[in-house]
């Protein structure tokens, strides 16, 4: 499991998907590695989201694959 310094630059993108949805995916090392669903919860999926470029949203939803 990767952990992230806090305050370093993260990248992110959604793939697989469309322009709202898909598997999300970080940038981390060199290498784009998909982001497991262990203790990713709402408000990490928000700053996802803003990350993202799509602002403050309300909803989010998860499906498990």
């Known amino acids: 499991m990767w952990h992230l310094d806090a305050g370093a630059p993260v990248m992110v993108r959604l793939a697989g998907g469309s322009e709202r949805a898909g ?4 940038y981390y090392n060199g290498v784009w590695g998909t982001v497991c669903d262990d203790y990713f919860n709402d408000v990490a999926a928000r700053v996802a989201c ?4 799509f602002g403050f949203v309300t909803d989010v939803s998860f ?3």
Request: proline fraction near 0%; hydrophobic fraction near 35%.
């Open 50 to 53: 803003n990350s993202l470029g």
């Open 23 to 26: 598997r999300l995916e970080v």
């Open 63 to 65: 499906t498990l694959t």
